[in-house]
């Protein structure tokens, strides 16, 4: 069963990149397909391992599992923010300056762009094993980013990790708005930017998940960055907000398949499918 469903969940996907689809495009599904393997690296192992911590109102999978699963919640956390910035450089180029996309995203540089995205986030989740920052935390059940251990480590993190990247992608879908804002005017009636209906549609749903992973991450980075600065503070805040600040975090794993599904036909559809599956299932 939880084979037939992926497949269709993958099949949906799949779909929706391939759909009107040409080499210009193909640049920016590469990051969006890299971005929902960020996505599903915390549902096939930490989320399991966190589940079964709440049943037993602790961590029983050993020292071991729990490294493995706080390194892959960090591969997935800034893999998405990575992959979410190459996604708005990318429509930032193909929108702004469409007469270099071609060759700024040529198949070949898309393909080492996209593993350039992956080493720098291997290369940022390295340093949690020398600082001993990967730790269980009994207030949320999981293996994760020990803000308390180091407060230079934890300040570089969040401005590299988060404030860096938020800055990046608000620059280039700032200058993109303007430019849709311009032609919707038309402000510049003898420029012929590239902008269709289908492209637009992308942008749209690109701009809601950064929206969003901005809106569900803040918090949590914010209250990290505060204790950094002053420890004091660690005292003060409710340890309800520091519980609610990382669910709502990583929730947002999960919402980028339901922006997917509001926003995109083909997920419409694929979901469709996997909701008679499961029904004919258990029929």
Known sequence: MFGEVSG???????????????????????????????????????????????????????????????????LSVIGSIFNITGIAINRYCYICHSLKYDKLFSNKNTVCYVLLVWVLTT????????????????RVYSCTFAQSVSSLYTITVVVVHFILPIAIVSYCYLRIWILVIQVRRRVKPDSRPKINPHDLRNFLTMFVVFVLFAVCWAPLNLIGLAVAIDPRL??????????????????NSCLNAVIYGVLNHNFRKEYKRIILAVFKFQC
Do not use: R
């Open 123 to 138: 290369l940022a989740i390295v340093p949690n094993w020398f600082v001993e920052s990967l730790q269980y935390d009994p």
């Open 8 to 74: 269709h969940v993958l099949k949906g996907f799949v779909e929706s990149c391939l759909s009107n689809t040409d080499a210009a495009t193909s640049a920016g599904n590469a990051f969006v397909v890299s971005l929902a393997i960020a996505d599903l690296l915390v549902a096939v192992y930490p989320y399991p391992l966190v589940l079964t911590a709440i049943f037993h109102d602790g961590w029983i999978a050993g020292s071991i599992h729990c490294q493995i699963s706080g390194f892959l919640m960090g």
């Open 234 to 251: 660690a005292q003060t805040i409710p340890e309800w907000l520091f519980t609610a600040s990382y669910f709502m975090a990583y929730f």
